[in-house]
């Protein structure tokens, strides 16, 4: 006995029921296709997953770019290499070959105020993005306020969750302003339990030497928090004028 035909007629009903859309939009146009290319059943059916899939991938990759909640989307082509007196770029180049989140290392781009620190970080975590890993950007000081406000509401636990979560962290502007102890003791907590598991960039105009300022004076904090930040790390340091004053310049 020969088998019954499936109802076309519901096909389209199905496949919203089944949450795919991209094939409830296009199977009757991949079904036109078909029959001109004279593909088979198979090469019809692959077409339409293929389709879903390249599609879901690219809703995966957008959500990942929404979520680290960058001030704007920055590309490593749109940094203006002519304008840092000093900057290594082959280093920098380096990053994006991303063997530093293969080996849970972190980055710290210290310089001046306006040298493009943060549209590095940011180019990074955005092409991080496109590869699918899973990316956070914040300024320190929003860190420390969202975990000293979750602290005080009793939530410390689940909101040190979402920065310990990312397989890439970029801690903006570190050093803009100062620390007290409360702050300097939930970043350190973050620091201490992302080392060698996930990766951590950290943008500073602050030397080394100086981060115990930053900190609340707080000498012993200091060190354990750069014993781990350095251990696997790579610093990149930029030196020049502020480029917003190039544009002063310029104008």
Known sequence: MAAKAPIVDNLADNLRLLKLDQMREHFIQAAEKAAKDGWDHQAYLAYLVQAEADARHDRSIQRRIRMPRFPTVKTLDQFDWSWPEKIEQTRVKNLFRFNFLEDKANVIVLGGVGLGK????????????????????????????????????????????????????ILDELGYLPIDKRGADLLFQIISMRYEQNSTIITTNRAFKHWPEVFNNDSTLTAAMLDRLLHHASVLLIEGKSYRMKRQIDA
């Open 118 to 169: 943060t549209h590095l970080a940011t180019a990074v975590g955005y092409a991080a993005c496109l590869r699918g890993k899973a990316v956070l950007f914040a300024s320190t000081i929003d860190v420390i306020n969202s975990l000293s406000a979750a602290q005080a509401a009793n939530k410390l636990k689940a909101e040190l969750k979402k920065y310990l979560a990312p397989s890439l962290l």
